[in-house]
């Protein structure tokens, strides 16, 4: 008799039971953030628009969801000689903050062309900096010899299974506060927070469509997309500080089978997208966080085929930390 072969279900690095414990866990420490919305970007974008405000998140940034569900889901004597990571900001404010609460030392790798504001942020929380060149090598070697000489445990900024839950709860909390999204547009870079969104999106409602929204002078996720397999680029170049990683071995596989399509623009657009937060929303937002609304605005999603069937789209704005330094001194003139 002929073997019926089983279709095996692809596992991943987080799933919607890890991302609902992620929930329970973080939700003492964590801000439920409100969903904002415009009647003016909803005329200009043709679509119903809802803004998940994780610039208002602890920290400034959705990044303190994951970082909050790894530290807290470690028992005592594992993090007792505290935790160590590398991060252009956001991470390393978020692990810092959530170190502070569980009382453990926080050591944080920051590479020197980090801006200011995310480095004070750091400093607020009680994080302990030592600087790295600003590249992933320099960072993650300088990771590597802190742990050695504190032996403290590395918290991956987005390859790592707690994180993954953790920035999942995103979307248990949008979809809770807004049902019928159709679309979630989700910034990329290392993808833990597009991975987190997705996993719990599509087990909530498969037909849920998430988009990444990637900046086009560091399009590897898009590239990766096209090419079956993860691409590092050489050089990148874009205003966005917090989307200048590379895809890891546990968010690669959600992004490929997950992620419907990737959205690229370009730096002006996400300039625009900034001005329009500012303006018309009325909430500071840093290139990074504002990168859903470019795509959403752009030509590029205009001719997608997601944009036909796109009626009410979750944007995350994922980040608020932005230097104001020079905004600020125009304005003293
Ligand atoms: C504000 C902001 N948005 C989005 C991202 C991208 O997150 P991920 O690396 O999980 O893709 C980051 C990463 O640092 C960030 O700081």
């Known amino acids: 008799m002929e073997q019926q072969s089983e279709l095996q279900e692809p596992t991943y690095a987080a799933d919607i039971s890890s991302i609902r414990e992620a929930q329970i866990r973080i939700e003492p420490y964590i801000h439920k953030t409100p969903v904002l919305s415009s009647e003016t970007l909803d005329v200009l974008s043709g679509k119903k628009l809802f803004f998940k405000a994780e610039c208002f998140q602890k920290g400034g940034a959705f990044k303190f969801r994951g970082a909050c569900n790894a530290i807290f889901s470690l028992d005592d004597v594992s993090v007792a000689k505290g935790v160590v990571t590398h991060s252009s900001g956001n991470h390393a404010a978020a692990v810092s903050l959530a170190a502070k609460l569980r009382g453990i030392p926080a050591y944080i790798v920051i590479p020197k062309n980090a801006p200011k504001c995310k480095v004070e942020n750091v400093k607020r929380y009680g994080g302990q900096v030592f600087w790295s060149e600003p590249t992933v090598q320099s960072r993650e070697l300088t990771a590597s010899k802190v742990q050695e000489e504190t032996g403290a445990l590395l918290v991956h900024p987005y390859n790592h299974e707690h994180i993954i839950s953790g920035q999942g709860t995103i979307s248990l ?119 859903g609304l470019a795509a959403i605005l752009s030509d590029k999603f205009r001719s997608n085929p997601a944009w036909k069937s796109s009626s009410n789209i979750g944007i995350v704005l994922s980040g608020g930390n932005v230097d104001l330094g020079i905004l600020w001194d125009s304005l003293k003139k």
Do not use: F
């Not at 096209?226 to 874009?238: M, R």
């Open 173 to 291: 909390e949008l979809l809770d506060q807004v049902p019928n999204i159709d679309t979630i547009i989700v910034p990329i870079s290392g993808g833990g927070l597009i991975s987190g969104v997705a996993l719990a999106a599509k087990a909530i409602n498969p037909a849920i469509r998430v988009l990444a929204a990637e900046p086009s002078g560091a399009d590897d996720a898009h590239q990766s997309k096209l090419a079956g397999k993860v691409v590092v680029l050489s050089e990148i170049n874009t205003i966005a500080d917090g989307l200048r990683a590379s895809l890891g071995s546990l968010t690669w596989p959600v992004v490929r089978d997950l992620v419907d399509d990737v959205i690229t623009v370009d730096d002006w657009e996400i300039i625009e997208a900034m001005r329009m937060c500012y303006e018309i929303l009325k909430v500071a937002v840093e290139p990074s966080g504002a990168i």
